[in-house]
């Protein structure tokens, strides 16, 4: 499956796209298919997104997974620094991302 | 310290309202992200891995009490609560909001800061020696050379787009504590054989993808014709520097190509020619920077610590580097906790470090290269009350030059060029040997780990380096032995195939092993490695 990611213009923060909307929690995220590049030109040109661009992901426990660590770093926060990251009190979101 | 005077703040005040200018137009549509991100660039804001990311300009490292707290005070309001310093003598914010920045930059001017030319290809900020102003070892202090060539460098019509970025280090000792033949530019204070000050100009080195050390291309500047000299270095690379390709495009593959020689004679020829044009700034310019850079009122005092207490005679001993007055030392206050991220300092860190500094260090601080913080000018008699408070708040980790006084840059935590997170290595490794204990036996051992090629983290010239790569979405880590940057500067050598997260640590432990084995009395790490090679190293990882 593919997301689209992007930040945020005015805050820089992660998003991914939801089907109609941005969301900082990639449990939002929907596959993007074939139409990824498409919604990417149209909301960056609108000014809702800056840098959008499309990351192959897979299902794993009904959950979106981004394939590459970078992306998944990119959803949760630093690895280093759980205390910043958008899972404080989850213990279990480091397996996630490593 | 270098005071601006009204140019230099009408310069600050003026860019920081045009980028305000410039924000409100992005943020209006206006201007178009690839229009914008230039100007964000030569205003220190990059877009990073989870935020925009502020990177601000610690002109050679020196920072008064005042300007650590504002640098406190925007951690606080801007950031979340932190700041990281780098391997440039600067200090990045990672949590920036783009509303929020040109804000900050006003925070920055009215503290004498800014982020100006800390990205794009221009001039960077000018490093030097940590120490300078109180090694004993140095002709005279570097910095007001380097602030000379701070002002000829900021704003240079001519150097606003090169090839690619350029950084210039100002050193005046013969122990190189800035990495200084490792930079596009580097300069040495020295003297002549008629026992006049001059400068030793060292063109075409770098790390990065590419590692090279720079040659000495001429041995004698005169002081007088310093600027005219850099100038003329940059002019042959302006015109010439690779711009058809990224990745050549740097000074060293200039020269390289060109060949050292060529390019100091074309250098030469440009000189000649810029000393008819009388572009050296006027004398009484570099004396009225000196005045700034004056000794402050060194008293008498005591020589010697009371050593009864182990915990502060090991402080002592390892963090305190003597001083040109015997009364003194310069106090380096390590951000390399164990098991902490290198460099990374909290606000109220950063406010009782301001505070120290103005109790104990004449208000002055300095950033190291290294990701430590300097107390320069310390009275001997005050180091106790000094490493009692800096103790009391996790900042007294004895460790400087030691195997957990680690260089990491941020890595796949923080950076969108990152292939590997740096930092978690850095922190198992500094576990691994407080744990161990021996990093005592080891001594000077200088580790440094960069998450890409870009070698932030300087792991070229690490005794041990460690490159993080990317294998089909994996980290991965290759070893490399045998780096300085010192003046004895030489590039590390990679001991065969990478190893995974937890394997890089036993790595590195293996390695230091086989040190143990084999030294000679008096050996660091480095000589060891230089007498007996890699295959002995290679032998025990592999084997
Ligand atoms: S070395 Fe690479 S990963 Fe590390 S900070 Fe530089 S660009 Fe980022």
Redesign the interface.
């Known amino acids: 499956m593919k997301l689209l990611t992007g930040?945020d213009?005015?805050?820089?923060?992660?998003v991914w796209w939801t089907g109609h909307d941005w969301s900082l929690h990639i449990e939002d995220a929907v596959n993007a298919g074939d139409r990824a590049d498409e919604i990417a030109q149209r909301e960056?040109a609108a000014?809702r997104v800056?840098?959008p661009y499309a990351v192959d992901a897979e299902q794993r426990e009904g959950k979106a997974r981004p394939?590459?660590?970078?992306e998944r770093?990119?959803a949760l926060?630093?690895?280093?620094?759980p205390d910043?990251t958008l899972k404080p009190a989850d213990p279990d979101h480091r397996d996630w991302v490593i | 310290m270098y005071q601006y005077d009204s140019y230099d703040q009408a310069m600050v005040d003026t860019r920081v309202e045009e980028f305000r200018d410039q924000t409100r137009r992005?943020?209006e549509?206006k201007l178009t992200?690839a229009q914008f991100t230039p100007m964000r660039l030569k205003n220190g804001l990059y877009?990073?891995?989870?935020?925009?990311m502020l990177r601000v300009a610690v002109p050679y490292g020196t920072l008064n009490s005042r300007q650590m707290h504002a640098l406190a005070d925007i951690a606080d309001k801007y950031d979340?609560g932190y700041g990281h310093f780098t391997t440039r003598q600067n200090i990045q914010y990672n949590?920036?909001?783009?509303?929020e920045a040109p804000d900050l930059l006003a925070d920055l001017a009215k503290v004498e800061m800014h982020a100006i030319q800390t990205s794009g290809n221009c001039i960077r900020n000018i490093s030097s020696d940590h120490f300078a102003g109180a090694a004993a070892d140095e002709l005279v202090d570097p910095r007001p050379y380097a602030e000379l060539l701070r002002q000829w460098s900021s704003f240079h019509p001519e150097f606003n787009a090169l090839p690619r970025k350029f950084k210039i280090a100002v050193i005046a000792s013969d122990t190189d504590r800035a990495a200084m033949r490792l930079h596009d530019i580097g300069i040495q204070i020295v003297k002549n054989d008629a026992g006049e000050l001059g400068t030793a100009f060292y063109v075409g080195g770098g790390m990065g993808r590419t590692p090279m050390i720079a040659p000495c291309i001429r041995d004698f500047v005169p002081l007088d014709q310093l600027v005219s000299y850099s100038e003329a270095c940059l002019r042959v690379y302006n015109r010439y520097g690779r711009r058809d390709n990224k990745y050549k495009a740097r000074i060293k593959i200039l020269v390289h190509e060109l060949g050292a020689e060529e390019y100091t004679r074309q250098v030469e020829e440009e000189f000649a020619h810029l000393l008819d044009q009388g572009i050296e700034p006027p004398i009484a310019e570099l004396e009225r920077i000196r005045t700034c850079f004056a000794d402050p009122a060194f008293g008498d005092g005591a020589r010697s610590v009371d050593r009864s207490d182990p915990d502060f005679a090991l402080w002592v001993d390892r963090n305190t580097v003597r001083h040109k007055h015997d009364a003194y030392v310069s106090a380096v206050i390590s951000l390399k906790p164990v098991g902490g991220?290198p460099g990374d300092a909290s606000a109220a860190q950063m406010h009782l470090m301001a505070e120290l500094a103005k109790e104990y260090s004449f208000d002055e601080l300095r950033v190291m290269h290294t990701q430590n913080i300097v107390l320069p000018h310390v009275k001997i008699a005050d180091l106790h009350a000094l490493w009692t408070r800096l103790d009391a708040d996790g900042l007294g980790a004895p460790n400087l030059d030691t195997i957990e006084d680690i260089i990491a840059c941020p890595g796949?935590?923080?950076c969108?060029l990152?292939n590997a997170?740096s930092?978690?290595v850095a922190?198992k490794i500094s576990e691994r040997f407080a744990a161990n204990g021996k990093t005592e036996a080891l001594g000077e051992l200088k580790l440094k780990i960069s998450g890409c090629i870009n070698a932030c983290g300087h792991h070229h010239a690490g005794h041990i380096g460690i490159l993080g790569v990317d294998r089909k979405?994996?980290?991965n880590y290759q070893l490399l032995l045998g780096g300085s940057e010192a003046e004895d500067c030489s590039l590390g050598k990679i001991t065969g195939p990478g190893f995974s997260e937890d394997g890089i640590v036993d790595a590195v432990e293996t390695a230091a092993d086989v040190y143990l084995r084999e030294r000679a009395k008096g050996e660091r790490f480095l000589d060891t490695y230089r007498r007996i090679g890699i295959e002995p190293f290679k032998e025990a990882l592999y084997g």
């Open positions: 930040n213009l005015k805050s820089g923060a992660v960056e000014r800056n840098g394939l590459h660590i970078k770093i990119r926060g630093p690895t280093v620094r910043l | 992005r943020l549509g992200e877009l990073q891995l989870h935020a925009y979340r949590w920036i909001k783009l509303e991220i796949l935590d923080y969108s990152a997170r930092i978690p922190q979405g994996i980290e």
